[in-house]
C-alpha cells in the first residue's frame, strides 16, 4: 500500500487522533490526488479533525477547487460551510465561480459564509449576485452581503445598497450605510436623491450616510432639505437632526482635510442668528487703550 493509500485510510477508518494525523501528513504530502478524499472529511465529527482537513487543503491551494466544488454542491451542510470558507482562502477566478454559483444553498449559515468567501474573493463581477442576497429572506445573509460589499465597494452596488437602508433588521442597515461610506463620492448623488424622495427609514439612514461620506457636495442637498423638513414636525424631527448633523460633521471632516487653518470665531453664529465674520467682536469685547 503506498504512503498517499495509507493516509486516505486513516484519514478515513481511523481513530480521531489517526484521522486528525493523516489529515496533517497529506497537507505536507502535497499531491493533489489527496483533495478528494480531504475534501471528504470536511464532514468529519471531530472539529480538530476538520481543522487539520481545513489546513490540508490551503496547502492544496488551487488544485483542491474541483474537490471543494464538488463538496460545496453536494455535501452535507458542515462540508458545504468549510468549503465555501476554503474556496474564499483559496481565492481566484475558479474559487469564485464556485461560490457564486452555490449562492442558492438551503442553508442560512452556509450562505453567510459564501458571501464572506466572496468578499475574500475580490472578484468584482461578484456585486450583482450579492446585490441579490440583500433581498435574502434572511437577516444574517443580508447582512453578510452588505459586509461582503463593503469590502468589494463598486457604484454599481449604490442602488440595492441605499433601499437597504430600509432593512427591518438595524444591523442590515448599518451595514449597508458603511457600505455606502465605502464606495464614496459617487454615492453622494443617489443619497441626496434619497434624502428627498425616500421612505422615513432610507431618509434617515441617508443623512448619517451622507455625514459619514464627508464629501462637501451633499452639503447643497442637505441645506435645502432643512426648511422642508423643519415644517414636518415631529415626523420629520429625527431626519431634521440627522441632517444638521450631517453638516457639521462635513464641514468639520473638510476643514480638517483642506490643510487651511481655521480663523478664530469662523463660523460662529452671533445671537442675532447671522455668522460673525472672523476678527469683528462686539462693541463691548473691544479692549480700549
Known sequence: MSGLSALVEDLVLGTSSDRHAAAYALGRLGDVRAAR???????????????????????????????LAQRLAAGPQVARYHAAEVLGEVRGGAAAACLMRALVDTDPDVRWQITQALAKCGELHAVPDLCECLADRVPLVRRGAADALRRLPDPSAVPALVRALADADPSVADAASLALAGIGETAVAPLCEALEAGSMPIRLRAARTLG?????????????????????????????????EAIIRIERTTMTTSGLPRS???????????????GSESPGSIRRS
Open 212 to 244: 459619514q461620506l464627508g464629501q462637501r457636495s451633499a452639503l447643497p442637498a442637505l441645506r435645502d432639505r432643512i426648511p422642508v423638513l423643519g415644517l414636518g414636525g415631529e415626523r420629520h424631527a429625527g431626519v431634521l437632526a440627522a441632517s444638521r
Open 264 to 278: 478664530p470665531g469662523c463660523g460662529v453664529p452671533d445671537p442675532r442668528g447671522r455668522p460673525r465674520a472672523p
Open 37 to 67: 478524499p480531504l475534501a471528504l472529511a470536511l464532514a468529519d465529527d471531530d472539529p480538530s479533525v476538520r481543522g487539520a482537513v481545513i489546513e490540508a487543503l490551503l496547502r492544496l491551494g488551487e488544485a483542491a477547487v474541483p474537490a
